[in-house]
Each structure stands twice: as structure tokens, then as C-alpha cells.
């Protein structure tokens, strides 16, 4: 069964982030992070343009270099992220890299980017590999959950509490975050966490620091302290690609944003079920025991009733050649079991269950030789598919409200035999 945590955030994400992380190519972001962390852009995104996303009249924006806007109108490289373009940056999740960009009045936007998600992401990535030694292979930065796959076959629930204790108490602690340049052939450059430069990558490299923490390589925007995270929950783990594992986590507002989403789903249980909080789960579980007990003795009493139709007709003195009968509440078995009881090839039969109108089951019953020529003429009518073989036809049909039309068919072939009989 699926960790519930998949329910607190938009199901969609879920996908996306599972999709990301199991699919051949990894998500953006994660194995292109050494290459999009070499310096094209300023130490830190220009005042106009920190923490914000473009608003949905502007087109593009201008590129920049060490802070200082290239004339309006000038085309250059630049990296979107979700409708944001970021000069020179890294493409935060489902971004795309190299997009030409043009300056339009200098005008930001007014949504905040997800510095917390990436700064949280930094931050559990260092802690899981310092506690752990499970290393980030890859990660998601989802419109409601965020993902970071941990080269590791499995997380126990202990390891998982002790790192949620261990980055929480970092963020109390008050930890600054700081963004600094090294020259590409500095030796310190080697000592930061990073898959490396590319062989032709010039001038400097942007590292975000966390004190005492992590140094990493990244051109991506970040809170300035670990106390402007809040909170950081890990909500679960789940089976990711190639023995490793997927660590589900909501930073910041989205952690009080699932606590209030959890207490509206609370009250609403505790108004359905009758009872407190506390006492859900068993509350659940007696009415699951309870569906399965009503549906096993629904499905015996369907079964006792299709044998007494069947012995009913079997009874009766003198037997019509056409049987015809329709059931709401019945199922396959259930018009199986009347074909059995009835069991005689000279009678033909229609039976049908479900809707009335609408979809249903039918069943054609009878000699071979008259089901292999009604069985396909009775599905075409009731606009449906079906297959038989040793004198049954039986499939689904979307038009129920036809089975007067497949009625008179079956009269006419009845009358059609006896007159060449």
C-alpha cells in the first residue's frame, strides 16, 4: 500500500515527482547540477529579480552579467524556471535551460521562487549523508511535495525520524546561509560537494554555504538563514528506480499548509464516523468488515435467487421457448447460474443485469446454432461487444434501454424456425 503521504499535496505532483525520478532521463536539476553550477551569472540574482517569477504579461527578461543589466532589448542564454527566466542560472524543476530572454521595462514578477524547497533539499541532502552516509542521486522540487532520491535500499522509520530531529534542530539553531565565488582552478573547488565541472567550462563557480553544514555548488536562489525554512518534514519514503529510495519532504508554509489541509480531512472523518480523532482508524476498519460481510451475503442470496428463478420456470407445466429476464442487482455468475439450472437447449434465453437504461451484462443462451446467429446481432443492438462459444454469447452493452428490440429478435427467429420446422 502507498504511503499516505501522497494525499497531503496535489496528487499530480505525486506523479510528476515519481515520474522524474524513475524515467531513464533525470529530473532537471539533479545530473546537470555541476555543469549549471559553473558562474554565467552574478554571486547572487539582481534586487529585481531575487525571489520573484515573472508576471503572466512579461515574455522574457534580459540577460545579465556580475549583477549589471545588458541593454534592453539584448538576447543571451538564460534558464526559465516554470515561466521564470533566471539569468545565467540553474533550472530549478521542470525547467529548460539555454532560452533566449529579453528585458521588457526591467519588470519582475511577484511570486516568491522556491528557495526554501531547494535550501531544505541542500540541507537534507547534507544531514543524510553525514548521519547516513546515504548519498543524493537525484531530486524533485514538486508544486506540493518535493523528492530527493537517496542511494540507499531502504530507510527505516528510525533513520528517517532521527534526520527529521537532526535538520529541524539546525534550522533552531539559526544557521546563516552564504553565497560565495571561487575561481574554477581554486583548490578548495575540489573539496565541494558537486559531480565535477565540464572539461571546458571557464571562470568562477558559485558554492552556497551552509555554516558548519555543506558547501555545494549551485546557481540557484536561497534563504539567507536555515531559521527562514520554519520547519522541514519528512513525510515518507517510497521504492524508487535501481535500489534506491525516494524521501518525500515539505518545507516551510507547505508544512502549515498540510497540517491545516489534515484537520479539515480530521473533522470531516469525525462528523462522518461519529467519534473522535483517535478512533478513526478502528471506526474504518469495523465498516470495511462490515461492506464485506453484507457483500459475501449479498452475493449468496443472489445466488439462492437464481436458482429458484430457474427452478421456477423449470416447474411450470408448460415452458416458452424464450426466456427473458433482467436484474438490476445481479452480476455474470448470477445469470450464469440460472443458464445452468435451466440447462435445455431448445429454450432460448436473454438474460441481462445492471442499468436499465444505460450499461449492463447480458448473457445469450441456447443450441449452438442459434447463438453463433443471434449472439453478434444481439450485441450490435444493444450497442455493446460480447463472445461465445458451446451455445453462449455473453458481453457488456451501453444501450439496456434497446432490450425490447433484442426481444422482438429473438420472437422472430423462434417463429422463423417453427414456420420451417
Not at 31 to 52: D, F, K
Not at 158 to 182: C, D, F, G, H, Y
Not at 295 to 304: P, S
Not at 346 to 369: H, M, N, Q, R, Y
Request: hydrophobic letters at 35%.
Amino acid at each position: 500500500m502507498r504511503p499516505a503521504c501522497r494525499e497531503l499535496g496535489d496528487p499530480r505532483d505525486g506523479r510528476a515527482a515519481r515520474a522524474a525520478l524513475r524515467g531513464g532521463a533525470p529530473p532537471v536539476g539533479s545530473a546537470r547540477r555541476a555543469g549549471s553550477a559553473a558562474l554565467r551569472a552574478p554571486p547572487q540574482v539582481p534586487p529585481q529579480l531575487s525571489g520573484r517569477r515573472r508576471s503572466p504579461s512579461l515574455r522574457s527578461l534580459g540577460r545579465r552579467r556580475h549583477g549589471v543589466p545588458l541593454p534592453a532589448g539584448q538576447l543571451g542564454p538564460a534558464v526559465r524556471h516554470q515561466g521564470t527566466v533566471v539569468p545565467g542560472g540553474r533550472a530549478a524543476a521542470r525547467g529548460r535551460r539555454g532560452t533566449d530572454a529579453r528585458l521588457r521595462g526591467g519588470a519582475g514578477g511577484h511570486d516568491p521562487l522556491p528557495r526554501g524547497r531547494r535550501a531544505g533539499q541542500h540541507l537534507i541532502t547534507a544531514m543524510a549523508e553525514r548521519m547516513f552516509g546515504f548519498k543524493t542521486t537525484s531530486w524533485e522540487l514538486g508544486r506540493q511535495q518535493s523528492v530527493i532520491e537517496l542511494d540507499t535500499p531502504s530507510m527505516t522509520t528510525e533513520q528517517m525520524e532521527a534526520l527529521e530531529q537532526s535538520v529541524n534542530e539546525k534550522i533552531r539553531e539559526r544557521i546563516p546561509v552564504t553565497v560565495r565565488e571561487l575561481a574554477a582552478d581554486d583548490s578548495e573547488v575540489e573539496t565541494v560537494r558537486s559531480r565535477g565541472l565540464p572539461g571546458d567550462h571557464t571562470g568562477p563557480v558559485r558554492v552556497v554555504d551552509i555554516e558548519g553544514i555543506d558547501s555545494n555548488m549551485c546557481c540557484g536562489t536561497h534563504v539567507s538563514n536555515l531559521s527562514d525554512l520554519q520547519v522541514i518534514k519528512l513525510l515518507c519514503t517510497e521504492k524508487g528506480k535501481k535500489n534506491k529510495t525516494n524521501l518525500v519532504f515539505l518545507a516551510g508554509n507547505r508544512v502549515l499548509k498540510s497540517v491545516q489541509q489534515s484537520h479539515r480531512t480530521e473533522k470531516t472523518l469525525t462528523s462522518l464516523l461519529k467519534n473522535g480523532p483517535g478512533e478513526h482508524v478502528e471506526a474504518v476498519k469495523r465498516l470495511q468488515s462490515s461492506v464485506k460481510l453484507l457483500q459475501k451475503n449479498n452475493l449468496n442470496l443472489l445466488r439462492d435467487i437464481a436458482v429458484l428463478i430457474a427452478r421456477d420456470f423449470k416447474s411450470k407445466p408448460v415452458q416458452s421457448p424464450l426466456f427473458v429476464l433482467h436484474r438490476k442487482e445481479g452480476d455474470s455468475e448470477f445469470m450464469n447460474i440460472i443458464a445452468n439450472e435451466i440447462g435445455k437447449e431448445d429454450i432460448l434465453l436473454f438474460l441481462t443485469v445492471g442499468d436499465e437504461k444505460e450499461a449492463g451484462l447480458f448473457l445469450l443462451a441456447g443450441s449452438v446454432e442459434a447463438v453463433e446467429n443471434l449472439g453478434p446481432r444481439v450485441a450490435e443492438l444493444l450497442e455493446g461487444k460480447g463472445a461465445g462459444k458451446r451455445g453462449r454469447y455473453q458481453g457488456k452493452a451501453t444501450k439496456m434501454s434497446r432490450r425490447g428490440e433484442v426481444q422482438a429478435l429473438l420472437q422472430e427467429f423462434i417463429s422463423q424456425q417453427r414456420d420451417e420446422a
